[in-house]
Nanobody, 133 residues
């Protein structure tokens, strides 16, 4: 079955960097678009970034443009999120997501699903990112 395992979260000071990774298995990774969502306590689920395959087109939330970079390595079945110039408002649980169609990342998702599968794709368990001094 589809399995997405995130890693790389942690505590970082404002202005610092983190790199999240998501190892995928159970499906043909190169045929799927991949995305990163995040959800902070009391807030809605937010699409942070998404990447198409093939082609590698990307899109980002306005709040992270110029600071975050999504990339993928289809040979390693892994998607990454490089996060630079982190701010306290970036604090959230970050979720890896897989969908068959890149265009579906334009559909609003009100609630991030930890480890779920459904209309909003397949989800990892999430990794906590805390930005604090």
């Amino acid at each position: 079955q589809v399995q997405l395992v995130e890693s790389g979260g942690g505590l970082v000071q404002p202005g610092g960097s983190l790199r999240l990774s998501c190892a995928a298995s159970g499906f043909t990774f190169s045929n799927y678009a991949m995305g990163w969502y995040r959800q902070a306590p009391g807030k809605e689920c937010e699409l942070v970034a998404a990447i198409r395959s093939p082609g590698g087109s990307t899109n980002y939330a306005d709040s992270v443009k110029g600071r975050f970079t999504i990339s993928r390595d289809n040979a390693k079945n892994t998607v990454y999120l490089q996060m630079n110039s982190l701010k306290p408002e970036d604090t959230a649980v970050y979720y890896c997501n897989a969908r068959p169609r890149y265009s579906d990342y334009h559909i609003f998702v009100p609630l991030c699903l930890s480890g779920g599968n459904g209309l909003s794709g397949s989800w990892g368990q999430g990794t906590q990112v805390t930005v604090s001094s």
